[in-house]
């Protein structure tokens, strides 16, 4: 069973920086990517970036700043988040889903959602 758990969120000042790690359990990397989301009061949820064997997809709204990477020997795959802004400001959570038919992005059936971890960005 496919189990992921976030950390690392908090709060900083616009223009800070955070790191978030995601403890992966259970799940066959070759098969799968993995993907990092966040979701704001009131928005949708969005996709931030996502992984699979060393390569990496980023949202246009993260690109330059967040960079997203994966230790697999860990079990963990972490996003750094640079000049971080307010409009960043939401739950961060960590999802997987096989990498096969959907390709290396940010749609399609992701799963096995973490509890989230939560970044507040102030101005």
């Known amino acids: 069973q496919v189990q992921l758990v976030e950390s690392g969120g908090g709060s900083v000042q616009a223009g800070g920086s955070l790191r978030l790690s995601c403890v992966v359990s259970?799940?066959?990397?070759?098969?799968?990517?993995l993907g990092w989301f966040r979701q704001a009061p009131g928005k949708e949820r969005e996709g931030v970036a996502a992984i699979y064997t060393g390569q990496e997809y980023y949202a246009d709204s993260v690109k330059g700043r967040f960079s997203i990477s994966q230790d697999t020997a860990k079990n963990m795959v972490y996003l750094q988040m640079n000049n971080l802004k307010p409009d960043d400001t939401a739950m961060y959570y960590c999802?997987?889903?096989?990498?096969?038919?959907?390709?290396?992005?940010?749609?399609?059936?992701?799963?096995?959602w973490g509890q989230g971890t939560q970044v507040t960005v102030s101005s």
């Open positions: 259970g799940l066959i990397y070759s098969r799968n990517c």
């Open positions: 999802a997987a889903r096989p990498i096969y038919p959907y390709g290396l992005h940010l749609q399609g059936p992701f799963g096995n």
